[in-house]
DNA sequence: TTTCATTTGAGAATCATTTGCAACAAAGAC
DNA sequence: GTCTTTGTTGCAAATGATTCTCAAATGAAA
């Protein structure tokens, strides 16, 4: 059993909840894509299984939790994910125009934010660096593509 | 006319658009709700004066280019936004218990977040940085507040 | 006041996400 | 193994925020 898969049974057994062979399977899919991905992309990876679309919706919920993937910049009113381990944390620079999605290391800023959380004595779970605007490319004209 | 209508106005004009009065009553609500606010929050606000909800959701969009309003923390599904000018940029801890979001200074992230843009050629409109988990209230038990 | 483009209200349409429910599967006790 | 209990799942229907359609209203300019 790999890492991953074993923090999410320890985490599913600490709800009462069980691994099983869809999560076991959502779970796979999730850390087999390496670019942030929706519901239905997993759907699509999975779908030959037998897995339905709302397992994948309701297993989202769980990896959260478990702190495997996270959310990042949503995009055509989707929720979008990542898996996390073996993943720095990174900002997201976002495109209004062309929805190209930059990422930036994290490093220089995650001082500053542990100090203010242990100032605030609040539990971090999740730290969600989105900056939008436009990209070089799409900085002159007011292009349309996309 | 306020600082925030000439700044609304000037956008629209070089966009071909007009200030109208249903536009002017919703910017002005905007202004005058100093917490985040969605768009069902501005209607309540003016629904007396028979401006309707579908043109507070055309209207959010063009706060946001113009400028005027920024997206926040998206709650219960329902995207949510608040005034920028008079309003330093802050970061947002949201509490995935309780729901509570304190605010914090961003000036201690700003020139390294600057830094990065102008390495990136990155044109920034908006910084959103949110941090997600526990607050110091819902740290210790599980409990299930709001 | 005539003209023409933009705006608006009302309600229908979208569409991602959630839920209810009856059939299924996991895991522990025998 | 078999039984029992409890969590899980597929399916289809429901939900609900946001967007869209379209005909009537309005604004600005001449
Ligand atoms: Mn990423
Ligand atoms: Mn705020
Ligand atoms: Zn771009
Ligand atoms: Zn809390």
Redesign the pocket.
């Known amino acids: 059993m790999i890492d991953h898969e074993v923090q999410f049974k320890k985490f ?1 057994q600490k ?9 076991a399977r ?1 779970l796979e899919a999730a850390f087999s894509v390496h670019e942030h991905f ?3 992309k997993l759907y699509d990876l999975i779908k030959a ?13 769980l990896l959260l939790e478990a702190g495997l993937i996270t959310r990042t910049v ?1 995009i ?5 994910f990542e898996h996390i381990l073996g993943h720095p944390r990174h900002a997201h620079w976002l495109c209004e125009n062309c929805h190209a999605v930059i990422e930036t290391d994290l490093s220089a800023l995650l001082p500053a934010i542990n100090k203010e959380a242990r100032a605030l004595k609040f539990d971090i779970q999740n730290i969600s660096i989105n900056i939008s605007g436009l990209c070089w490319k799409c900085k002159g004209g007011a292009n349309d593509s996309q």
């Open positions: 599913l709800q009462g909840l069980k691994l099983t062979r869809n999560r959502i929706d519901a239905e299984d037998n897995v339905s679309l709302a397992t994948v919706y309701r297993t989202l919920p949503r055509g009113g989707r929720d979008r």
